[in-house]
């Protein structure tokens, strides 16, 4: 799934909201409800932050949403604070078998 | 709660080999396929091999096909990567990951990956 397209940097101030998005195709963003997203701290273990285009696991902050609209997914942040410094990867349920991630997006908080 | 423990990496010479472990608690291994996944020193994550729940489906990204092996022990909890063959460009660090999905006789597909280990690192140099 390299072929989902991710920014490859966003940067934002504290307090602010900031969205990422990630394009695919019918044959995968665009065709189910199964995108995901990943935060990943580096030298930490990855983090699923939405499953299901719009789903929370327990314990993730609500500051983080996610949608879609056609083949765009997007992730938002809302009230950005430090720690959200990290990497983030988009994913997509595919029928083409493709396991792959998006290339990832690297948020700076200013 | 959920724990994935890797282990067994280090610093490797080209064309040697290393086995790789993770070691998994707090839910019902024996149910779940299981996925390694590597990032290699700034790059993103990619995707390189998994195993169904039962060990009878496994599937391999093509830069690792015929290299390496997965393989699974239920009655230890345990996934395995034996890594062989190894080429500078597979130094990375080695996740193991649990997914929710489903494996057929061809594919395996992955709705989500839920947990995570904090990885092991895989040098390979001379």
């Known amino acids: 799934q390299s072929a989902l397209t991710q920014p490859a940097s966003v940067s934002g101030s504290p307090g602010q909201s900031i969205t990422i998005s990630c394009t695919g195709t019918s044959s995968d963003i665009g065709g189910y409800n199964y995108v995901s997203w990943y935060q990943h701290h580096p030298g930490k273990a990855p983090k699923l932050i939405i499953y299901?285009?719009?789903k929370r696991p327990s314990g993730v902050s609500n500051r983080f949403s996610g949608s879609k609209s056609g083949n765009t997914a997007s992730l938002t942040i809302s009230g950005l604070q430090a720690e959200d410094e990290a990497d983030y990867y988009c994913r997509s349920y595919t029928l083409s078998a493709s396991l792959g991630f998006g290339r990832g997006t690297k948020l700076t908080v200013l | 709660q959920v724990q994935l423990v890797e282990s067994g990496g280090g610093v490797v010479q080209p064309g040697r080999s290393l086995r790789l472990s993770c070691a998994a608690s707090?839910?019902?291994?024996?149910?779940?396929?299981m996925h390694w996944v590597r990032q290699a020193p700034g790059k993103g994550l990619e995707w390189v091999a998994v195993?169904?729940?039962?060990?009878?489906?496994?599937y391999y990204a093509d830069s690792v096909k015929g290299r390496f092996t997965i393989s699974r022990d239920n009655s230890k909890n345990t996934l395995y990567l034996q890594v062989s063959s190894l080429r500078a460009e597979d130094t990375a660090v080695y996740y193991c990951?649990?997914?929710?999905?489903?494996?057929?006789?061809?594919?395996?597909?992955?709705?989500?990956?839920?947990?995570w280990g904090h990885g092991t690192l895989v040098t390979v140099s001379s």
């Open positions: 299901d285009v719009s």
């Open positions: 195993i169904s729940y039962d060990g009878s489906n496994k």
């Open positions: 707090g839910f019902t291994f024996s149910s779940y396929g």
């Open positions: 990951a649990k997914a929710e999905g489903y494996c057929s006789s061809t594919s395996c597909h992955v709705y989500f990956f839920d947990y």
